[in-house]
């Protein structure tokens, strides 16, 4: 089929769709709502302007301004969770941490600040509240969304009990909370059991927080109740940062079960610890529209994709990335989710333009603060074997310090533009 | 056959052996190249740290736009063998051979290079400038590339990167015992640890 062919089809079978729209066949969606199609164009849409996400949709103009982008992302702000934990401890602001989305409406990107409802994959459309989007490839970079059902009291709890796991207001929120808690008080942090977004974030915000208190709080402690039997990630460095804060009291294999906040207190499957701030961050598993559109594996946490093109296993023309994905050797980092975001953008533009997919692989950069002025590292760079994305080697930095912590800004600076700028 | 469509033809039969699920692709004729038929899709996780096209704009990150191809190559090995050590470049070096470093470094070399905007105090420059009189015998006046004597250009570099550099030189921590840097070397030791900040203000604002 040409290509003159092929999108005199998809016109064909746009128009028969919104025909049945407007006989109100499919979702009785008003048929002056209608639904977007294609002007001629091929269309890209992206669903989530994340590290992923929004990375996607500038790559995929970079590699073909022929094609039509849309972004939906509701969040009118790109806010950065690497280094928000820098604001809990009042090294940061959030909004140095915030970007709008300029830079892609300037690349040509449709950024519309809507909620993906649902996809229907069968007819290749997005629903919108202001009706359908028709695509010829999806990129679905949803992100975590939490298992609240998983903590007893947490489902309704869950707007005055913190996550700060989205960069955004909680953070702040958070921020304050500890900034106000009386000298003495007990901050409780519960890290949730692998996998989830992040794996030493936790870890990062325990340092950064025992350096807060130390500092501002001498007699405070922190109680980290981890579910995991050791700290997950970058785990001699941290230990070995930690011998400075005696402020933290570290329990592995403590996984939170139920939260009271009447009583303030969490229970573990032990234990009942008493917080005067606290900071749950619960399970968690890819964003609900990757689960509404079946695109999560038997576990229904997370999905699997193709290691080369990161197309669905379970969807054709859907693609999958960031931290919603599973079945790599690559931790579900930023750094990690803007290379899927390329490593995607560039097999869609090839798959659209019939023309043969890379076999490209993604690296793992990945900082973490130790003190107001330290930080630590682990890098991870892989290759692509058999198919599949393979690790090559990783590496850690072999102790913390200030050196280290320049870099972690440089790479903000260069990651943060190559992902919205 | 251009090399190029050669090129694709191999990589789409690889592709085809070891991806046996891959998706159906339509039939016709296939668009015209783009941008990422090129090593640009090559370098995709390079700009993480070094920017777009490499030309970094933080403090403490290399710009690497620009740079020779040969030199670059050398550092890459030298990452990968262990000589220069980097938590980061460490790693990422083996995979920029395994992608082909040849065509890694042919992409950055042609790439224009923008000098550092980290802006450094003009005293520490001028500091700097009396300082760096004994540079000047291998890197010039100017601190531009000399490929032949296999230096690289300081001009215009992050002033972040050339401080942490001179650092590792003087503790002999970068490729050590390695005949060719012994000079650069010498000539660090005799630099006061004070003085380092701003020989590297200076060279960072040559232009």
């Known amino acids: 089929m040409s290509e003159l062919t092929r999108r005199g089809f998809l016109r064909t079978g746009s128009a028969a769709l919104a025909g049945a729209v407007a006989a109100g066949g499919l979702s009785g969606c008003a048929s002056t709502k209608g639904e977007t199609q294609p002007t001629g164009k091929r269309r890209v849409v992206v669903i989530g302007g994340g590290w992923g996400g929004a990375t996607a949709a500038k790559y995929v103009r970079i590699g073909d301004p022929s094609i039509e982008v849309v972004l939906l992302e509701p969040n009118r702000q790109f806010i950065s969770c690497p280094f928000s934990n820098l604001v809990l401890a009042g090294l940061r602001n959030i909004e140095s941490l915030s970007f709008g989305y300029e830079g892609l409406r300037k690349r040509g990107v449709q950024v519309r600040h809507e909620m993906a409802l649902a996809v229907e994959p069968d007819t290749k459309r997005v629903r919108l509240a202001s009706g359908y989007l028709s695509y010829d490839r999806l990129i679905v970079s949803p992100g975590v969304d939490f298992q609240w059902e998983l903590v007893e009291g947490l489902p309704a709890a869950k707007e005055t009990v913190l996550h700060a796991w989205k960069a955004g207001p909680q953070t702040v929120q958070l921020a304050r909370q500890i900034q106000a808690m009386p000298d003495g008080g007990v901050f409780v942090l519960t890290v949730p059991p692998v996998a989830y977004r992040c794996p030493p974030g936790p870890y990062e915000r325990i340092s950064l927080v025992a350096w807060y208190l130390k500092a501002n709080k001498p007699r405070s402690k922190l109680i980290v109740l981890d579910a995991n039997p050791n700290i997950v990630s970058k785990t001699a460095l941290f230990r070995e940062a930690w011998k400075a804060y005696p402020n933290i009291d570290y329990r592995a294999t403590n996984r939170v079960v139920a939260v009271d906040t009447s009583t303030r207190e969490v229970r573990t499957e032990f234990d009942r610890v008493k917080y005067d701030v606290l900071n749950l961050i619960p399970p968690q598993r890819a964003g609900q529209i990757a689960v509404d559109a079946g695109l999560t594996g038997a576990d229904n946490r997370w999905c699997e994709v193709n290691h080369v093109t990161y197309e669905s296993v379970k969807q054709p023309r859907i693609h999958v990335i960031g931290d919603a994905t599973t079945g790599l050797p690559v931790p579900k980092s930023g750094n990690v989710a803007n290379n899927m975001g390329k490593i995607s953008a560039i097999a869609a533009v090839a798959l659209l333009g019939d023309r043969p997919v890379q076999l490209l692989a993604p690296g793992n950069t990945c900082y973490s603060w130790v003190s107001n002025t330290e930080a630590i590292a682990v890098v991870n760079a892989y290759k692509i074997e058999g198919g599949k994305v393979v690790q090559i080697e990783q590496r850690l930095t072999p102790a913390q310090n200030a050196s280290v912590a320049a870099r972690a800004e440089g790479w903000t600076q260069s990651i943060w533009t190559d992902v919205i700028g | ?207």
């Open chain 2, 1 to 207: 056959m251009s090399t190029i469509r050669r090129l694709a033809v191999v990589v789409l039969a690889g592709f085809a052996i070891v991806l046996p699920a891959a998706p159906a692709r339509a039939q016709g004729p296939a668009s015209a190249p783009g941008p990422f038929d090129s090593p640009l899709a090559k370098v995709i996780t390079c700009a993480a740290c070094h920017g777009v096209n490499g030309n970094s704009r933080s403090d403490a990150m290399p710009i690497i736009a620009g740079m020779d191809a040969a030199y670059f190559k050398k550092q890459v090995q030298a990452y990968a063998g262990g000589a220069r050590p980097s938590p980061e470049m460490g790693p990422y070096s083996k995979q920029i051979l395994d992608i082909g470093v040849d065509e890694v470094a042919a992409f950055f070399a042609g790439q224009r290079m923008e000098p550092t905007p980290v802006k450094v105090d003009p005293a520490a420059v001028e500091r700097g400038r009396v300082a760096a009189a004994a540079c000047v015998a291998c890197h010039g006046p100017a601190g531009k590339a000399d490929p032949a004597k296999r230096t690289p250009a300081l001009a215009g570099q992050a002033p972040g990167y050339l401080r942490d550099q001179i650092r590792l030189f003087k503790q002999d921590a970068r490729n050590p015992g390695e005949a060719a840097l012994a000079a650069v070397k010498a000539v660090m030791k005799t630099v006061p640890d004070e003085r380092i900040p701003d020989i590297a203000a200076y060279y960072s604002s040559l232009r």
